[in-house]
Nanobody, 115 residues
Framework: QVQLVESGGGSVQTGGSLRLSCVASGRTARMGWFRQVPGKEREFVATIVWSGDSTFISSSVKGRFTIFGENAKNTVYLQMNSLKPEDTAVYLC???????????WGQGTQVTVSS
């Protein structure tokens, strides 16, 4: 497992942009972002698998969010554009020591989008 530190959350108006960052304390095979709203299940947002730099984006944010990173710096970013109120959530960074699962989670960063 690794320690994950997220940053970049905040409050924006509808249509605004934010960039989230997550730094891992060690090497990982994959990193990703999830989000959670109180009373709802945790929702997958995006992931990047370092071997091959493969990325996968949830259909709910595809076209508005982009995931990218720097493997050598153990860092992943989530660029969020055209934000909507329904994107309001705590965004959690996740990392896995294998390409097939996550075994480390960050504390989360709050994103609030107002109409």
């Amino acid at each position: 497992q690794v320690q994950l530190v997220e940053s970049g959350g905040g409050s924006v108006q509808t249509g605004g942009s934010l960039r989230l960052s997550c730094v891992a304390s060690g090497r990982t095979a994959r990193m990703g972002w999830f989000r959670q709203v109180p009373g709802k299940e945790r929702e997958f947002v995006a992931t990047i698998v370092w071997s091959g730099d493969s990325t996968f984006i949830s259909s709910s944010v595809k076209g508005r969010f982009t995931i990218f990173g720097e493997n050598a710096k153990n860092t992943v970013y989530l660029q969020m554009n055209s934000l909507k109120p329904e994107d309001t959530a705590v965004y959690l960074c996740a990392a896995g020591s294998s390409e097939y699962s996550y075994n480390s989670w960050g504390q989360g960063t709050q994103v609030t989008v107002s109409s």
